[in-house]
């Protein structure tokens, strides 16, 4: 009699007790070549967010249920709310709308991963599959971890961090859903005794845009550079050429070497090639040699 009060009572404590669950959760997600962001799959926007207990602060977080390690991964595991978290289901939806994370082979994927209590903490492992279905993951850098040690932290809970990885240098997706192609799937999970917890979220690789070939860009500087060397040179060649001029006469010289000058400077800017302007130079410099010898003329029939 005594023995089965007690077992009736043990079962009801352990009915009453609060079965454990999905204690961390990746919200969003956003890469290296756009702000469109990535929502992790099941996660409902209207839970609450302010405390830790099952109901209902655990409903959409992600539970990966003895899936412990790289090898082990298949899928993206389940939430106590919605069930199984079914990649072909949802990310149909999220292309169509656009909403999906795009990051460069090589760049970086930026993640907020909620701890809702101690045991959502990290560090966390973070994985990818190339297909898009979630079949098979190979490990990632994780570049930016959670704090905790074997998946807990009491002092974290309540609390979104960062979390950050890098994708392989020439990593290519090959998942195509809801009109958009080249997705992957990107798992991260902590090592949580009553876990793995954590999250998915679908990206699209993009390659970086081609930038303007080296040759293209010197060249057009090139040809600035030559007008405009052009330019200067043209004038100050003149200027000289008008200097010496006023040295037989001010008055020839300096209109001469001005002249020069100006049309030199403005015909090396415009034509580039002719950036000397010797013309005009030699122009100016004609005229005042000729001022010179009509005035040694007239001195001389003045001292006849």
């Excluded at 902590?190 to 860009?217: D, I, K, L, S």
Aim: include cysteine; hydrophobic fraction near 30%.
């Amino acid at each position: 009699m005594h023995s089965k009060i007690f077992l009736s009572a043990v079962l009801a404590a352990f009915t009453a007790a609060p079965q454990v669950w999905a204690h961390g959760l990746i919200e969003s997600a956003v890469g290296d070549m756009s702000t469109v962001k990535s929502k992790g799959l099941g996660v409902v926007d209207s839970t609450p967010r302010d405390g830790t207990r099952r109901n209902p602060f655990q409903q959409d977080s992600t539970i990966f249920k003895d899936q412990r390690s790289v090898a082990a991964a298949s899928g993206c595991g389940s939430t106590l709310g919605g069930g199984r978290n079914n990649i072909n289901g949802v990310v149909p939806a999220m292309a169509q709308a656009g909403a999906i994370a795009q990051v460069s082979p090589g760049g970086t994927l930026q993640m907020s991963l909620r701890q809702i209590n101690a045991d959502g903490a990290g560090p966390y492992t973070c994985m990818i599959d190339a297909t898009g279905t979630g079949a098979s993951f190979t490990q990632l850098t994780v570049t930016q971890n959670v704090p905790g040690r074997n998946g807990n932290n009491r002092q974290g809970q309540k609390t979104v961090h960062p979390l950050a990885v890098q994708m392989p240098a020439g990593m290519q997706c090959t998942g195509s859903m809801g009109g958009m192609n080249n997705l992957c799937i990107v798992r991260c999970q902590n090592t949580a005794r009553a876990g793995p917890f954590g999250g998915c979220v679908p990206v699209q690789m993009v390659a970086a845009q081609a930038q303007q070939p080296a040759g293209a860009a010197n060249g057009g500087n090139f040809n600035n550079n030559g007008g405009n060397n052009g330019g200067n040179n043209g004038g100050n060649f003149n200027n000289n050429g008008g200097n010496n001029g006023g040295n037989f006469n001010n008055n020839g010289g300096n209109n001469g070497g001005n002249n020069g000058g100006n049309n030199g400077g403005n015909n090396g800017g415009n034509n580039g090639n002719n950036g000397f302007a010797n013309n005009n130079g030699n122009n100016g410099f004609n005229n005042n040699g000729n001022n010179f010898n009509r005035r040694a003329a007239r001195q001389k029939r003045w001292q006849a």
